[in-house]
Nanobody
Framework: QLQASGGGVVQPGGSLRLACRASGSIFGINSMGWFRQGSGPDREFVAAISWSTISTFYRDSVKGRFTISRINAKNTVYLQMNSLKPEDTAVYYC????????????????WGQGTQVTVSS
């Protein structure tokens, strides 16, 4: 199971940190990622990290503003979001898979419940 937390309401330019913890029932995952779904129908890739190599990937619109990190011992991945913009408003989902980090939604095996991020003045 994946449990996400840390969403909320923030003004433009503000910061939030999301966390996602993988429960003990999930073993051997190799990477975790964050996706988001705004007002449109599609869930889009945001960031991903490899558990072993610490390789990271970001969508272009969040590069330099968002940072993904993980603590292996806690089976937890974080998404630090700075300089937030209204267009970052979405439900953010964490996901995990057994293969290397990537951007393709359908490659991910496990999904968290989503946490709402609202950026508004």
């Amino acid at each position: 199971q994946l449990q996400a937390s840390g969403g909320g309401v923030v003004q433009p330019g503000g910061s939030l940190r999301l966390a996602c913890r993988a429960s003990g029932s999930i073993f051997g995952i190799n990477s975790m990622g964050w996706f988001r779904q705004g007002s449109g129908p599609d869930r889009e890739f945001v960031a991903a990290i490899s558990w072993s190599t610490i390789s990271t990937f970001y969508r272009d619109s969040v590069k330099g503003r968002f940072t993904i990190s993980r603590i292996n011992a806690k089976n937890t991945v974080y998404l630090q979001m700075n300089s937030l913009k209204p267009e970052d408003t979405a439900v953010y989902y964490c996901a995990a898979k057994y293969t290397r980090a990537g951007t393709v939604l359908s490659d991910y095996t496990y999904w968290g419940q989503g946490t709402q991020v609202t950026v508004s003045s």
